[in-house]
């Protein structure tokens, strides 16, 4: 069983900066997708970032290509999203989970609980 653990949301006004992290308490293998996912207040879960487990392939939602960057801590068994340049639209509960396909949230069978990251204007 691998059981996933957000931190480090918060408040921060648009424009500026902050780091997620994602631990992962179980077992995991080289081959598994770690992947982030948001959800915003009345609307659906959707994809942001994901990396693989060796951290050798990364892939970003079009939304954040540019701003978010993706990466691996093995030493410590973590993914983290630094968000930088955020937005009153990235607003929304970040979830991160453990999966072995693409972008699509019916691949990931392990999730966390969620952290809210709110960005004031």
């Known amino acids: 069983q691998v059981q996933p653990v957000e931190s480090g949301g918060g408040l921060v006004q648009a424009g500026g900066s902050l780091r997620l992290s994602c631990a992962v308490s179980?077992?995991?293998?080289?081959?598994?997708?770690m992947g982030w996912f948001r959800q915003a207040p009345g609307k659906d879960r959707e994809f942001v970032a994901r990396?693989?487990?060796?951290?050798?392939?990364?892939y970003y939602a079009d939304s954040v290509k540019g701003r978010f960057t993706i990466f691996r801590d093995n030493a410590r068994n973590t993914v983290s999203l630094q968000m930088n340049n955020l937005k009153p639209e990235d607003t929304a509960i970040y979830y991160c989970?453990?999966?072995?396909?693409?972008?699509?949230?019916?691949?990931?069978?392990?999730w966390g609980q969620g952290t809210q990251v709110t960005v004031s204007s």
């Open positions: 989970a453990v999966g072995y396909g693409g972008s699509s949230l019916k691949n990931y069978n392990a």
């Open positions: 179980g077992r995991t293998f080289s081959n598994v997708v």
């Open positions: 990396i693989t487990w060796n951290g050798d392939f990364s």
